[in-house]
């Protein structure tokens, strides 16, 4: 069985996940409204697998013992500078969740419950993965400055990534 503690800091990382896919949403919109059609998939697919984070969290506290508590969303931005300013937002955003993350890690370890701190190894991976990822899109996009060519050919590039649903129980 989940500590209290525990339920109440997960369901809080459930809202920050939930939060995640409507913030990917919306910059998919932005990306969309730029006929930046390949910039608007990687977004989506992100609030694909944000909302696939949020789901697997929701059946472990459910596994445990403890109880789901959905509480409101925030309301993302619904503009933005550019699609440099784009990136750059996603991954000060991943970097606030691996903070997020590896205090739930902190406390599951100081609670001894050792199934959390082995169920919250697997988010501590995918926060590695994000963070790279979008750490090399923000470099790609500030090497390609205000070249249009570049723009596209990473528009391209971004076409091709589909959503690969993580088993979420
Ligand atoms: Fe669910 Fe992008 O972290």
Redesign the pocket.
């Known amino acids: 069985m989940i500590s209290k503690k525990l339920e109440d800091a997960i369901n809080s990382q459930i809202n920050k996940?939930f939060y995640?896919a409507y913030f990917y949403l919306a910059m998919s919109a932005y990306c969309s409204t730029k006929d930046l059609d390949g910039f608007a998939n990687f977004f989506y697919v992100?609030y694909q697998?944000?909302t696939s984070?949020a789901m697997k969290f929701y059946h472990f506290v459910l596994d445990r013992g403890g109880n789901v508590v959905l509480t409101k969303i925030d309301t993302p931005p619904a503009d933005f500078k550019s699609p440099l300013d784009v990136f750059e937002r996603t991954l000060e955003h991943?970097q606030f969740?691996t903070k997020s993350i590896n205090e739930l890690l902190d406390l599951a370890t100081k609670e001894n419950d050792h199934a959390s701190a082995s169920f919250l190894k697997w988010?501590v991976d995918?926060?590695v993965e994000?963070e790279a990822t979008v750490t090399k899109l923000v470099n790609k996009m500030k090497l390609i400055g205000n070249d249009i060519g570049g723009l596209f050919i990473i528009d391209n590039e971004l076409k091709a990534r589909v959503f690969t649903p993580p088993a979420v129980k």
């Open positions: 996940e995640s992100q697998e944000e984070h991943e969740v988010y995918e926060q994000e």
